[in-house]
């Protein structure tokens, strides 16, 4: 939105006839119209509009192109350079040799400079006009470059003249917006400044200065698997001080609910049934505690527990004592579901928080929603209906629901593109969707409608994610944000911006205060939802991050992709704790067991595969987290605990039910 212009009275005197009938200040009038539209007086402004022959909006439009032409130019600027083409050949042989001749401790940090510098000398060949040269120059380096990068060197390679450099802004974007990271010690450093130095290659000492950020620490060169773990990030590694945030990782303080646990267990036959009393007690008294590393319960507005809530707590905390408890030497059951005869093209697959219910979003914009359990899917009867109901009665709720409706599946119709994703709310009484038509649909689980059609999102929306607390939600899209919104609200109430490229998957904290999400740009950020800043950036992925999974204690963040492997992060300092090797093709699903010892991935290599993480878990809570994170030891797991194979089903949805049963679904595919 343009800023308003203040107004200015020109004359102290009002005007003469025969100045009376000229044209107001442009300027003026369209601040006057930015006020009117900032207090939602639009009566006022389609009527100035109007008779002042003046679109705000197109306004606002000339004024974004202008502003994006200069801000580009500026950017481009920096290429601007009168030297020979002929050197630049020279210029990056000349480094490449010097990295191969490096001794062995300092090549491995040293050889992240060849991408970086091969990216830059391009454009600058590109921008001075040296079409010819820089052709030649792309087709003799650009396979030398690693495997994972050769994606973004094709989009590269569309910019052959000045003039693409200003009309491909998103391909631009992801190369000059910030200076690309590389992480090394202060030995290699010298060593590359020296040879610069005395080498006179001013033109490459100056690229490094104006489009590389050298982030420099003191002691030992990394290894070669060290770099190679964090490695991969479109913009180059995460600086130190990006993840140097206090994150509050610990959970929320659960309510306190008189449950009469002791009554359940009265009728109970056996002689054990004290034993289970005193099982019960000590789980409630542990999910009272406070925890050290928790935010507290007010950093956030959070809605109330209604009754119904506090009966579902009642619930889940009953089913939590009949838990089995899976470890690597007892695996859990997996229940599969398969999608027969999706014709239409199944897009994303959901399962309920206590698994009754089941979603499936297809390509021709519809949602299916089935019933997991005996009970059938019913809907509330008409108003008129409902006003002759004692409300008084204790079944009202029972009585509101019209038996003639009951299915065992239900249609919801509204997108007009593919769903993507759909997700139940903890209550089970509402349910989001997101489609490439650009829109968030919030629907009622009680009369299987849609209630608001949020629009904010300019390209396809990716995922959405609901709040564990309700009332908040999260959705990412191809306009590369993440926007955190309210269910009353049509706005968003917090717009998270950073990454450079599409963001595919978005993640809730179990404490509501932080929002993990996974874009592109094969990089992870974690954003804190009160101050809407991101508090930790975390690279090493290969390529799109399409899937992120919290652990239950809140302490870790697993994510997987595209690369085919999933990344364990430690939130507390942001380190990379393991890399778990299996997956032959992208994962799109994950889920941990109830207490965190079991990871389940799934994707579309058609194959479940199970992960031990309470080694990964103990490694968390016995490092020390004072010492350096230049230096971490990052655990490369190629050995599942087990893996399951379909025939032909990939996988696209896990979840376990709250007694450790780990359902499964997937459509079937036709080959």
């Known amino acids: 939105m343009a800023e308003a212009v203040p107004i200015s009275v020109k004359s102290e005197h009002p005007p003469s006839l025969d100045t009376a009938d000229e044209t107001p200040d442009k300027q003026t009038l369209l601040a006057v ?14 009527k100035l509009e109007k008779e002042a022959e003046i679109r705000i909006e197109e306004d606002e439009k000339v004024t974004s192109r202008q502003q994006s032409s200069s801000e580009v130019s500026a950017a481009l600027s920096a290429y601007k350079s009168d030297g020979d083409p002929s050197v630049y050949n020279d210029h990056y042989v000349t480094v490449r040799e010097f990295v191969e001749h490096a001794l062995d401790p300092y090549k491995c940090e040293l050889v992240m400079l060849l991408y970086p510098v091969f990216i830059q000398l391009y454009l600058e060949l590109v921008y001075n006009g040296h079409e010819d040269a820089a052709r030649d120059f792309y087709d003799k380096f650009s396979g030398e470059q690693d495997d994972y990068l050769q994606e973004d060197l094709r989009q590269l390679s569309i910019i052959t003249k000045k003039q693409h450099m200003e009309e491909n802004v998103h391909v631009m974007e992801n190369f000059r917006t910030s200076k690309y990271v590389i992480r090394m010690s202060r030995d ?86 004290p034993k289970k009393k005193k099982t019960k007690k000590e789980l409630f008294s542990r999910k009272a505690k406070n925890d050290p590393n928790a935010p507290s319960s007010t950093r956030i507005p959070l809605p109330e527990l209604t009754d119904s809530d506090k009966l579902d707590k009642v619930q889940s905390l009953r089913e939590a004592t009949k838990r089995v408890k899976v470890t690597a030497d007892n695996l859990p059951s997996v229940c599969f579901y398969t999608i027969l005869n999706a014709h239409q093209g199944v897009t994303s697959i959901e399962i309920a928080e206590d698994s009754s219910l089941m979603a499936a979003g297809f390509a021709d914009g519809v949602i299916r929603i089935w019933a997991m359990t005996p009970a059938r899917l019913r809907s509330m009867k008409y108003s008129n209906e409902l006003e002759i109901i004692d409300k008084e009665a204790d079944d009202v709720l029972e009585r509101m629901m019209d038996d003639r409706t009951a299915a065992n599946m239900k249609l919801m119709l509204g997108h007009s593109g593919p769903v993507y994703a759909s997700r139940f709310s903890t209550d089970r009484k509402y349910m989001l969707s997101c489609s490439e038509d650009a ?19 300019t390209y396809p929306v990716w995922d959405v994610r609901f709040c564990p607390q309700g009332y908040y939600f999260v959705s990412a899209g191809q306009d590369r944000t993440a926007r955190l919104w309210v269910t009353d609200q049509y706005q968003p109430v917090r717009i998270f911006t950073g990454h450079l490229s599409d963001v595919d998957c978005v993640q809730f904290h179990p404490n509501s205060n932080y929002v993990a999400s996974g874009s592109c740009d094969r990089t992870v950020r974690l954003w804190d939802v009160l101050t809407g800043n991101c508090v930790r950036y975390m690279t090493g992925h290969k390529a799109a991050v399409q899937v992120l999974c919290f652990t239950p204690c809140g302490k870790m963040l697993a994510s997987a992709g595209a690369d085919g492997l999933v990344l364990v992060w430690a939130l507390h300092h942001g380190n990379l704790l393991a890399i778990l090797s299996s997956h032959t093709d992208t994962i799109y699903t994950m889920g941990f067991s109830r207490e965190g010892h079991i990871l389940a991935t799934g994707g579309i290599d058609n194959c479940v595969v199970m992960w031990n993480m309470q080694k990964v878990a103990e490694q968390v809570d016995s490092e020390d987290l004072s010492l350096s994170t230049v230096h971490i030891k990052t655990d490369v797991i190629e050995q599942p605990l087990a893996s399951y194979h379909t025939k032909a089903t990939p996988v696209l949805c896990l979840h376990f039910s709250r007694r450790n049963l780990l359902l499964a679904a997937g459509p079937f595919v036709q080959t």
């Open 188 to 273: 290699s450093y010298t060593m590359l400044k020296r040879h610069l130095q005395a080498t006179k290659k001013n033109l490459l000492l100056n690229l490094i200065q104006e489009h590389l950020y050298v982030d420099v620490f003191d002691g030992l060169p990394r290894s070669k698997e060290q770099i190679s773990a964090v490695a991969g990030a479109l913009g180059g590694e995460a600086r130190r001080e990006s993840n140097k945030t206090k994150v509050f990782y610990g959970l929320l303080k659960e309510p306190e609910l008189n449950v009469q646990l002791e009554e359940e267990e009265e009728g109970a036959e056996g002689e054990d049934k």
């Open 439 to 457: 829109t968030i649909r919030l629907w009622s689980l009680l009369t299987y409608t849609c209630l608001v059609c949020y629009k904010g999102h």
């Open 33 to 46: 119209l930015q006020f009117l539209k900032k207090h939602n007086l639009r009566e006022t402004q389609e």
